[in-house]
């Protein structure tokens, strides 16, 4: 699918409205698959990123997964170096990380994104990544 010379093989979807409070940017929606393990499309509108925020669960419940479909983007947990994210990029986030994802300042950026079923599965959101520390990455999309 082709949305502003933006390819990528699963749909864009709609404006994340439902969302948007938490991201800085426009973002976009699709969800693949319902049931136990909703699995969605998040697409990025270059500079766009997600807040700080952090999955709970137990029982092997919380952990996210991020798979880069298109694009490239970034993943970064607290404390640790951002992470290049390009297709074919998969990320695990550990249940009670707190982290941010989003586009590359130059870029678009699509991952599907699931969170694995458990006991206590919620998520928390928490402040957004700011115009200083989004302006620390590496530009042109550069890697970390």
């Known amino acids: 699918m082709t949305?502003?010379?933006f390819d990528q093989i699963f749909p864009l979807g709609e404006k994340n409205d439902a969302f948007a409070q938490y991201f800085i940017g426009q973002s976009y929606l699709a969800p693949l698959a319902s049931g136990s393990v909703?699995?969605?499309n998040v697409s990025f509108e270059p500079?766009?990123?997600n807040y700080w925020h952090i999955h709970h669960g137990t029982g092997g419940g919380g952990d996210q997964i991020l798979l880069c479909t298109a694009g490239s983007g970034w993943y970064q947990a607290e404390g640790e170096e951002p992470v290049?994210?390009?297709p074919g990029t998969v990320v695990r986030v550990p249940?009670?990380?707190k982290?941010?994802?989003g586009a590359k300042a130059d870029s678009w950026?699509?991952?599907v994104a699931f969170i694995t079923p458990?006991?206590?599965v919620s998520n928390e959101w928490l402040e957004p990544v700011t115009d200083e520390v989004y302006g620390e990455l590496p530009k042109n999309g550069a890697t970390a």
């Open 84 to 86: 290049s994210m390009v």
């Open 38 to 40: 909703p699995v969605s």
């Open 118 to 120: 458990g006991e206590g």
């Open 99 to 101: 982290h941010w994802h």
């Open 109 to 111: 950026f699509s991952h």
């Open 3 to 5: 949305v502003n010379g």
């Open 47 to 49: 500079g766009c990123r």
């Open 95 to 97: 249940a009670g990380t």
